[in-house]
């Protein structure tokens, strides 16, 4: 672990962890950006949505964004990250994860935790469309678990040149026990709410749709009634739609934890020590951590917070941070 270069200094009125979490989300203004979308049409007949921003040039630096649980590219610190990379000359690209992007998806699966195979279809593509940009990705929360897996499995062969992965679920089991106590209990509640009515839209679309083979699949998990915490979701929803055989299989398969010491590519880890999601105790250890990794962990930030400056005039330190350090790695 080390001191990040620039410090982060939480906003004055800002120090708590659930404040820090909720202000994107509830209080950030949005800008909202114009962006042109690309579907990318996987090998299994279904779709990724890609929102692209930024300079046209075959070789301005490229980066592939990677939105948290429930999120979208118009989530506030895509759209923030999106507006900082092109500031510095830099392209951009924001993936939706399936049934993410304002439609559902195709088929009866959808997104996890785990999902590293889209990501690299998602990647493999961006080389084909721009094989002269150096190519890197941002993950937040969700997102950045996927894109840790991805680099700890596909080690020198990442096609990227540089990562960087925000606010880290990295043992799923213990991040769906964290989320279940005290204030976090309302981040659960909120994420139950919003995977449900992604279920519930699917079906309706399925059934709107005529998708028989797709509506007997969803009807095989049983009721959507009655789950409040990730293990109910990740047992009876996640595990079955994907090839797991329940929850603890997905969160042992899926925590990037365990794929850290295979990571080839430069990567920047940044975490908040009081991050009301993650535990402590669920960060690796500086001995998991291969040479070319590198851990920030700030004492404050929340998740996917690290708001600073002044309630008048907030600053957003992830979008300073993240494309200095890109920066650093010696492309554009």
Known sequence: MSAASEPFIPAPGL?????????GPLWRKSCPID???ERLWLEDGDFLDLDWYGP???????????HGLTGSSNSPYVTGLQQALNDQGWASVALNWRGCSGEPNLLPRSYHSGVSEDLAAAL????????????????YSLGGNVLLKHLGETGSDSQLLGAVAVSVP??????????????SKFYQAHFMREMIAYMRNKQRQFQHDGRQEG???????GSLDNMRTFWDFDGRVTAPLHGFSDAADYYRRASSRYFMAGIKTPTLL??????????????????????????ELHARGGHVGFVDGTLRRPGYYLERRIPKWLATLGHG
């Open 215 to 221: 509506l007997a699949a969803l009807a095989a998990l």
């Open 270 to 295: 940044i975490q908040a020590a009081d991050d009301p999601f993650v535990f402590p105790h669920s960060l690796p250890a500086p001995e998991e951590l291969s040479a070319s990794t590198r851990l």
């Open 56 to 66: 046209h040039s075959a070789e301005a630096p490229l980066v592939l964004v990677l």
């Open 124 to 139: 493999t593509h961006l080389r084909t469309r721009r094989p002269l940009a150096p190519l890197f990705a941002v993950g």
């Open 35 to 37: 962006r042109e979308r």
């Open 170 to 183: 990295f043992r799923l089991d213990q991040c769906a026990d964290r989320i279940g106590q005290g204030f």
């Open 15 to 23: 120090g708590n962890p659930h404040l820090q979490t909720l202000w």
